[in-house]
């Protein structure tokens, strides 16, 4: 036979429930010891868990679950991933050029590398014709003066990408290598 509430309490020693100091009136607590004081934070903890999963089922995110854990294995990259990923530095021709400058002739070679990746590699490599054309018509218009000391440098470099990314367009240069670059 089942004990009642007020049965467990009554064979609950003295130092098992928290009203040992009080009156014969006082109202009988729960035992502090056993499973009965975490019987109400169970039957909530049910209730809710109950009321969830009722909800999923009429959302119907059951039949999505087994897409769930299918989607959470790792995929595989495939090439044409792994090739975006991939930097690859296209190298243009050298490109010598007269500067204008006055009286005296001086020249300017330059040696560039396109920084892209490995999805735009082949389109960088079919237009270095065009490449090279708007780099000499660009570096013409410049004179000795123009590339003296660290801003001169910063100024040429900056607009030699500026001009490759409006020939390329500019999700396919990342970056312009200057690998040489020699006044006279």
Known sequence: MAKTLDD??????????????????ARPRLPKKGALRYAPHLAVGLSITAGLVGWAMSMGLHKDAGALVASAEPKKPTEAALLAAQ????????????????????????????KTSGAHADYVSDKRPELIDTLQEYIRQLDAADLE?????????????????????????DDLLIIQLLTQ
């Open 87 to 114: 930097t690859v530095y296209v190298t243009l021709p050298d490109v010598v050029v007269n500067l204008s400058s006055g009286p005296t002739p001086s020249f300017i070679k330059a040696s560039f590398s396109v």
């Open 149 to 173: 000391g660290g801003e001169g440098f910063f100024n040429f470099r900056f607009e030699c990408l500026r001009r490759l990314q409006l020939v390329l367009g500019p999700e396919r240069v």
């Open 8 to 25: 467990q309490t009554a064979d609950a020693s003295p130092e098992e429930t928290e009203d040992s100091g009080r009156g014969a009136g």
